[in-house]
């Protein structure tokens, strides 16, 4: 069952979004060489405890930290750790997470590491960026959820990967409903399967993370003994952005952006909803 969220709901997981891009503005700063992963979690960690909120990611299914660190090869669920020092260079997906009065925040994104990076790492991370902003600017009143896994699948593939081939799709990892829990359904592909159908029509009150996951090589992913990192299977870098989407009688807003998606949405001939905080 999809969860439809009032006005009222949507209100407080609008608060929640924005305690995530606070922590998404902190890690930024953080995440420099020499830091630690763990540097960044403890970051997050600070942020959470000064706006009075509580940690998803913490606890989740044994989790033991506030933020996913996924650096280079890392897909998502990577745990921060002393172990992990950032080198110039690296790419990392920061993944964060906050819970206000029950409510629910969820969003990701990809930094880069001091400097010097591959055109193919900075493409594909603008890439991935992009794709999510083309499935937030399909979740659309009247629309189904295969248009947004639609939207985001059309957008890869029509981009020319530098030095040929083409960008790695995840499959075993997408997008989620989310409200009164983190993870709830409906599951969002980032592409299309004709086994999945069309899927349930885009309402008022439905909210999404909408999270495109995109590797320079292969789909495929494994999990390491940790239980917890996924990592792609031939070893090429990914990159991992998201947002969490409530869909209002207006129009998208996006719950976890500082301006609720307004600027990027015009970009794309979108206009965001009114923000119920502003």
């Given at each position: ?26 890690t ?8 630690t992963?763990k ?43 002393d ?7 690296d790419i990392?997906s ?15 994104y ?33 629309n ?19 030095g ?5 799709i995840?499959e075993?990892?997408g ?8 993870h ?20 008022p009150g ?6 495109p996951m ?65």
């Open positions: 069952m999809v969860q439809i969220k009032t006005p009222e709901q949507i209100a407080k997981m609008r608060e929640a979004g924005l305690v995530v891009a606070a922590i998404h503005a902190a930024r700063e953080v995440a420099v060489p020499g830091a992963t540097d960044l979690d403890e970051a997050a960690r600070k942020v959470i405890a000064e706006h009075g909120a509580k940690s998803n990611f913490l606890g989740y299914g044994g989790f033991p930290a506030t933020i996913c660190t996924s650096v280079n090869e890392v897909v998502v669920h990577g745990i921060p750790s172990d992990v020092v950032l080198k110039d260079g990392i920061i993944d964060a997470g906050a819970i206000v009065d029950g409510w629910h925040g969820d969003a990701a990809t930094a880069f590491v001091g400097s010097g990076h591959a055109p193919e790492l900075i493409e594909l991370s603008r890439v991935t960026e992009e794709s999510m902003w083309a499935g937030i600017a399909a979740m659309r009143n009247g189904r959820l295969v248009d947004i896994s639609r939207a985001i699948e059309t957008y890869i593939r029509r981009q020319p990967k530098p040929g081939g083409k960008y790695g995840v075993d990892y997008g989620h409903g989310i409200g009164s829990e983190m709830m359904d409906p599951h969002l592909l980032n592409y299309v399967s004709r086994k999945r159908g069309k899927g349930p029509k885009l309402v439905f909210c999404l993370a909408i999270e995109v590797s320079l090589g292969t789909p495929r992913t494994e999990v390491l003994e940790d239980d917890w990192t996924v990592i792609t299977t031939d070893g090429t870098w990914s990159s991992h952005w998201e947002h969490s989407v409530a869909l209002t009688e207006a129009g998208p807003l996006v719950l976890t952006a500082p301006d609720g998606g307004r600027a990027k949405l015009a970009e794309l001939g979108v206009t965001a909803a009114p923000d119920p905080l502003a």
